[in-house]
C-alpha cells in the first residue's frame, strides 16, 4: 500500500478544500478502513474522519462533524475529504492511513490502528 494525498492548500475562513487520497499500488481490501488524521504545530496526532469498507459508514470527530465529508472508493482505495466552512482551527498537515484488515468501530479514531500512512498534505486557513 502506498498511500498518495494531496488537495490542501492556503484558504481564507469559510472556504472549502478536497483532499484526496490514493494507494499507488493497486491493492484492494474490503474489510478495513482508510481515515484521515491532522496534525498542527505543537500539537499531537488528531483523529478526523474515517470511512469503514465493510459498511461505507463514516465517523467523524466532533470537531469537523457537519462540516467535513468523507466519502471513498473501496475499488480504488481511494478516500476523498470535503471540508467546508474552513476555520482557521483546522490548520494543519492530514494524513491518510489506512487499515487493510477487520477494523471494529471503537478502533477507528486511534491513530495505531491503522497499518500505512501518506506524506500529508498541508491545509492553512487564514482569518
Known amino acids: 500500500v502506498q498511500l498518495q494525498a494531496s488537495g490542501g492548500g492556503s484558504v481564507q475562513t469559510g472556504a472549502s478544500l478536497r483532499l484526496s487520497c490514493a494507494d499507488a499500488s493497486g491493492r484492494t481490501f474490503r474489510n478495513g478502513a482508510m481515515a484521515w488524521f491532522r496534525q498542527a504545530p505543537g500539537k499531537g496526532r488528531e483523529f478526523v474522519a474515517a470511512?469503514?469498507?465493510?459498511?461505507?459508514?463514516?465517523n467523524y470527530a466532533d470537531s469537523v462533524k457537519g462540516r467535513f465529508t468523507i466519502s471513498g472508493n473501496n475499488a480504488k482505495n481511494a478516500v476523498f475529504l470535503q471540508m467546508n466552512s474552513l476555520k482557521p482551527e483546522d490548520s494543519a498537515i492530514y494524513y491518510c492511513?489506512?487499515?487493510?484488515?477487520?477494523?471494529?468501530?471503537?478502533?477507528?479514531?486511534?491513530?495505531?490502528?491503522?497499518?500505512?500512512w501518506g506524506q500529508g498534505t498541508q491545509v492553512t486557513v487564514s482569518s
Open positions: 470511512i469503514r469498507w465493510s459498511s461505507s459508514a463514516a
Open positions: 492511513a489506512a487499515k487493510t484488515t477487520h477494523i471494529i468501530l471503537s478502533q477507528l479514531q486511534n491513530g495505531r490502528s491503522y497499518d500505512y
